[in-house]
């Protein structure tokens, strides 16, 4: 398989349909996270670094090819937006609403300033002072956007949790309608500067008021009528199907509309998850084990789109400014903006190292904008944002998991199936259960039985070798079946072992072979071959062990909510 994908991959394009493109997109996205992850880099840098072998160095992607998945990518995003608004629970604001609103204006303007003045800087070496402003004012307004997708993307890949998480989730969220509001000015200013009238300021901010507050709408209406389908519906896989539709329905209607996708998913998400139906936590649950194949998908085309074919040194110039302006930009205005109004330590410290992601709303606000220019200076500015976007997008994903890491939130939004991922039998089996060996009598039995908490006895023979167990069930089975005698012990009342497990495999497994033979323990033996005694697995005691390591991580992760100060704002 691996020469034949070879082979196809040197064909380019031209030969290959969609869907093998699509295949191959994915099979080698996902061969790549995994070699990314061995090296405890975040797996969608994997995604991108496939996208550029795929794209700009096989040429197995073109250009052309890249513009027919444009579909795909909006729809993409309106998933990623749908699953960011199902984390903006009601409380989150409630707790943190005046801290959020305060950072994000911190970050966002520094960082439109910074931008602005460094791409300045390099512009009036080239050009006229009134085409250096324009360009500058625009990357900076386009700096402001922050990508949701790959920064929410490493919180879920890492499981985080804590306010660190819970701010930076609200943070990309919101920094959509920031980036709109900015993009509506900076590129008013621009279209004056130039002698474009028909961008005039005061049309630009009514668009941008329409595109925000219509977003918004729709996706608000669309998750209240999704929620009352969800209701009437039973079956999983119909909750499933009505959100993947509902999500299509939004993201083409906001095409439609020319409203922001992102946006509009988000509300659908966030109007549906603070329902607080039980329907739209199982939707959210379902969609999000859906989903992996489109984020694999839609970050490969990320990088396939980078081409560096045509760099000039005022372009790698520009590309520092905005990428140095963007860093340090963001970082310094998290930080101001959470000293500000007081969040806790670990925001103030770490969140300005997971605000670098650019994507999609980033690249989108550049077409939109590189038509108000002449043709030269659009395919500079598109070769600006798309290499400058793409280098964040490269050391984004990985300051956000040094930030989360720093701030002691990766692994505390864990489930039991995740811990269960992290553990073989022997870490978690019971050692050191009452054992019986074959000879005891049968009042020893039950005198063991009475002082113990235990529902299974292991027995074993003079050599402790497995034989059999002893059953309350079984005992209870005896005293009504049989008549007692003194001389009966625990070999004449052993019922025998259906299955046996050893020390070194998955629990995962383990699990699954209790649920294969319908029992609630397993005797755990040092291998297979020698069926000798060394633990049991008891169903009960893994749910119970299990349910408390979530509890006390995700109690880690609330307590540090209390280790801020008070607001200001």
């Excluded at 995604?47 to 992607?61: D, H, R, S, T």
């Excluded at 490969?300 to 980078?306: F, I, K, N, P, S």
């Excluded at 770490?350 to 709303?361: A, H, V």
């Amino acid at each position: 398989m691996v020469n034949l994908l070879c082979s196809i991959l040197v064909q380019g394009d031209e030969h290959l349909n969609i869907i093998l493109l699509m295949g191959i997109a994915v099979f080698c996205g996902v061969v790549g996270a995994k070699l990314f992850q061995k090296l405890h880099i975040p797996q969608i840098v994997g995604y991108v670094a496939i996208g550029i072998v795929l794209g700009p160095v096989l040429k197995v992607f073109s250009n052309g090819t890249i513009q027919m998945f444009e579909p795909f990518n909006l729809y993409a995003l309106g998933i990623i937006g749908f699953l960011i608004g199902g984390e903006l629970k009601r409380e989150v604001f409630a707790r943190l609403g005046k801290q959020v609103l305060a950072i994000l204006l911190f970050e966002g303007l520094t960082a439109f300033l910074l931008v602005g003045l460094l791409s300045f800087a390099v512009m009036i070496c080239f050009s006229d002072w009134q085409m250096a402003l324009a360009v500058s004012v625009v990357f900076g307004a386009i700096c402001s956007a922050t990508d949701p997708a790959s920064t929410v993307s490493v919180l879920w890949e890492y499981k985080a949790r804590g306010p660190l998480t819970t701010m930076l989730t609200a943070i990309v969220a919101l920094d959509d309608a920031l980036a709109l509001v900015l993009y509506a000015v900076g590129v008013s200013v621009a279209g004056v500067i130039t002698g474009h009238q028909e961008t005039g300021f005061i049309f630009a901010l009514v668009h941008s008021f329409y595109e925000i507050v219509g977003s918004l709408a729709m996706g608000i209406a669309a998750g209240w009528i999704l929620n009352w389908i969800l209701k009437r519906i039973d079956d999983n896989e119909k909750v499933l199907v009505f959100t993947i539709s509902s999500a299509l329905l939004v993201v083409g209607m906001a095409i439609r509309l020319n409203l922001d996708v992102i946006l509009s998913s988000m509300a659908l998400g966030l109007t549906l998850i603070n329902s607080k139906s039980n329907k739209a936590k199982i939707s959210f649950s379902l969609l999000r084990n859906f989903s992996a194949p489109i984020y694999v998908l839609f970050f490969v085309l990320v990088g396939a789109r980078l081409d560096v074919s045509n760099v000039t040194k005022m372009i790698w110039l520009l590309v520092a400014a905005y990428v140095i302006g963007s860093v340090v930009g963001k970082t310094a205005g998290a930080y101001w903006g959470s000293v500000y109004c007081g969040a806790v330590k670990t925001v103030r410290k770490y969140l300005g190292f997971c605000l670098y992601p650019q994507g999609g709303i980033a690249v989108g606000l550049l077409i939109m904008a590189s038509q108000k220019f002449d043709q030269n200076i659009s395919s500079i500015m598109l070769l600006v944002i798309i290499i400058g976007a793409f280098i964040l997008q490269i050391i984004g994903p990985i300051g956000v998991k040094i930030g989360a890491g720093k701030a002691g939130e990766l692994g505390l939004n864990v489930t039991e199936e995740d811990l269960i991922k992290t553990y073989k039998v022997g870490d978690i089996m019971n050692a050191k259960m009452p054992v019986l060996s074959a000879g005891t009598s049968l009042s020893e039995v039950i005198k063991v039985v009475s002082t113990t908490e235990n529902f299974y006895y292991c027995v074993i023979d003079s050599d402790e070798n497995l034989i059999g167990a002893i059953t309350l069930d079984g005992i209870r089975n005896m005293f009504a079946t049989q008549e007692l005698n003194d001389w009966l012990v625990a070999l004449d009342i052993v019922e025998p072992i259906v299955a046996t497990i050893t020390a070194d495999i998955p629990l995962g497994d383990g699990l699954d072979k209790m649920k294969k033979f319908e029992v609630e323990y397993l005797p755990v033996v040092v291998s297979q071959e020698a069926n000798k005694l060394s633990g049991l697995l008891t169903a009960r005691a893994v749910h119970r062990q299990l349910s408390a390591e979530v509890l006390a991580k995700q109690s880690e992760a609330d307590r540090m909510y209390g280790l801020g100060v008070t607001s200001k704002v």
